[in-house]
């Protein structure tokens, strides 16, 4: 089973970049979407991001435009570049892919943004 794996979460202070990567295990094919998705404590899993096969992008009304998702061609690679982070922006974020219909998820990369 193709899993996903993120990367570069860490910690950084208010109004700093960070830029998660989330790349497969193996080759998949019939992704239909990916997205990243993230969970701060106490609160529910929540949409970010989310691009689709045919190149449409969504974003949570949150980002207000700092946050950007992109992928390379074969979707070896899902990545989420976030500008000007704030303290609410803490969170676990999670990748997840939609293929044929099933979703699978990432192990999540933690965000932490505090001064």
């Known amino acids: 089973q193709v899993q996903l794996v993120e990367s570069g979460g860490g910690s950084v202070q208010p109004g700093e970049s960070l830029r998660l990567s989330c790349a497969r295990s193996?080759?998949?094919?019939?992704?239909?979407?990916m997205a990243w998705y993230r969970q701060a404590p106490g609160n529910e899993r929540e949409f970010v991001a989310g691009i689709t096969h045919g190149a449409n992008f969504k974003y949570a009304d949150f980002v207000e435009g700092r946050f950007t998702i992109s992928r390379d061609i074969a979707w070896n690679t899902v990545n989420l570049q976030m500008n000007n982070l704030k303290p609410e922006d803490t969170a676990v974020y999670y990748c997840?892919?939609?293929?044929?219909?099933?979703?699978?998820w990432g192990q999540g990369t933690q965000v932490t943004v505090s001064s």
């Open positions: 997840s892919a939609n293929i044929r219909g099933t979703t699978i």
């Open positions: 193996r080759s998949i094919y019939g992704v239909n979407s």
